[in-house]
């Protein structure tokens, strides 16, 4: 097994008319195969995850679109028959320990629908508008860490780093407390797959810190998102302190991880397919913003940060495709797979940065359809286009089988991006 992942590293070699291992090394590296194995012949499949809970898999463009937009599929882990949540092996790493389940995430209207209306009046498209000249001075800061060396790697240096600075900034959390978020997210991010120890002290330091802001901000209303929530919840909806730290930890922890990926996938991508980025530069360089609008909605359909959306539990018997899902079973809808379809995407394995017709599922559908979209594209665009106005000459400084993938179950994403470029002077 390989260490943190639950994988295994052999696989003896397969006919292609048996299914192709779930799971593995290779897998992590390259998991469409795969998907396109299962899509073909078992495009609705229980299988065993690498932590024993049994799980259908949702490999379809259709049935995926259908499974993420069915009431009958619910969120609540309280739902799944092996009480699998018990044991923390359903949901976020952390959150049971630390008693922060009353996220979006995991609850179903009308509960659902009150909390998302508090947010959305919160996180509204102008807000995260407004923050675009602190994106981007961000992004610039932290390349200046690196420009004159002529070599970093991406994720540790960049795609890990943003996030977390641009949520707190958004969030209300002061600039002296950031880098304690730093070390947290570092801590649940490093345990995703592995032991559940550290993941649930960094979530607790986290809950209980966020409390703390709860209160203080209560008494010296500001500008920003936590300000924003009370705000919304003192105008007639009800929402529990507890609610409130949820909420904050959802955003700071489906905001983080995800944008990493997207950065992370999106630039490997990138330097693997020079034809295309050429174009983008060549775009950017004539002070275009529309094939860079395009190019990064196809990065998330291409290789997008969530492989598997959350965690599905029937309530009723639910039929999907030919397949009959008994009450209690989870269901896990592959986002990579639905994106890759043949039957909904032309020339589906190819990067096409100009790519029209294009609705991907990577931000998933239906109620849970991710708010924090308006703000990861913000991130992806300033974060790409400025890593390749500024160190035109980036290249990858490994081997791709070098590269080192995370063995989570929901997230795809790099270890490490290691480039090298010309130093900037
Ligand atoms: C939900 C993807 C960035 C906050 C989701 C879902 C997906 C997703 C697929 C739906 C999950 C499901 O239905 O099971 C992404 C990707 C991102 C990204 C690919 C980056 C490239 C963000 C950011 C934030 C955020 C920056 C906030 C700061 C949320 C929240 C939900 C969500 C709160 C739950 C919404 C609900 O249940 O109503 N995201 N996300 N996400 N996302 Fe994102």
């Given amino acids: 097994t390989l260490p943190g992942t639950g994988y295994r590293r052999d696989m003896p070699d397969q006919p292609e008319t048996t299914m192709p291992p779930l799971f593995t090394w290779d897998f992590a590296a390259d998991p ?15 299988t065993t995850l690498p932590s024993g809970v049994e799980a259908w898999l949702v490999t379809r463009y259709a049935d995926a679109r259908q499974a993420l937009a069915d009431g009958r599929l619910s969120k609540n882990p309280l739902h799944h028959s092996g009480q699998a949540h018990r044991t923390g092996r359903v949901g976020i790493p952390g959150e049971r320990q630390a008693d922060l ?37 961000l992004t ?16 540790h240096e960049f ?39 550290g993941v649930a002290r960094a979530v607790k330091r986290m809950r209980g810190y966020l409390l703390e802001l709860i209160h203080r901000k209560r008494a010296d209303l500001g500008d920003d998102l936590i300000s924003g929530l009370i705000r919304a919840s003192d105008h007639g909806e009800h929402l529990t302190e507890n609610e409130a730290a949820a909420m904050a930890f959802i955003l700071l922890f489906a905001g983080f991880e995800t944008t990493v990926n997207l ?32 190019g990064v909605e196809e ?15 029937a309530t009723a018997p639910v039929r999907i495709g030919a397949a009959d899902i008994p009450v209690g079973d989870p269901v896990l809808v592959v986002l990579a797979a639905a994106d890759r379809d043949p039957d909904r995407f ?17 931000f998933g559908h239906g109620i849970h359809y991710c708010i924090g979209a308006p703000l990861a594209r913000l991130e992806g665009q300033r974060a790409l286009a400025t890593l390749l106005t500024r160190l035109p000459d980036l290249q990858l400084a490994a081997e791709p089988e070098e590269l080192r993938w995370r ?15 010309t130093p900037e002077s």
């Fill in 159 to 197: 795609a890990f780093p943003l996030p977390i600075y641009a949520i707190c900034d958004l969030l209300g959390v002061p600039s002296e407390d950031q880098d304690d978020f730093r070390d947290w997210a570092g801590m649940m991010i490093r345990h995703g797959g592995g032991p559940r120890g």
């Fill in 299 to 313: 990065l998330l359909r291409y290789d997008g940060p969530v492989e598997l959306a959350t965690w599905r539990f």
């Fill in 346 to 362: 032309a020339e589906e394995n190819t990067l096409d940065l100009a790519r029209q017709d294009n609705p991907h599922l990577g």
């Fill in 32 to 46: 469409y195969p795969a998907y396109a194995w299962l899509r073909e012949h078992a495009p609705v499949h229980r």
């Fill in 140 to 155: 610039d800061r932290l390349i200046d860490s690196f420009a004159a060396r002529g070599s970093a790697d991406l994720i």
């Fill in 407 to 421: 063995g989570g179950l929901i997230m795809r994403g790099l270890r490490e991006l290691p480039v090298s470029f």
């Fill in 263 to 294: 950065i992370g996938n999106g630039m490997y991508a990138l330097l693997r397919n020079p034809g295309q980025r050429t174009l983008l530069q060549e775009s950017l360089g004539r002070g275009e913003q529309g094939l860079l609008a395009t």
């Fill in 101 to 137: 389940m009353t996220h979006l995430l995991n609850i179903d209207p009308p509960d659902h629908t009150r909390l998302r209306r508090l947010v959305s009046k919160a996180f509204t498209p102008r807000r995260v508008a407004e923050f675009e000249p602190r994106v981007q001075q």
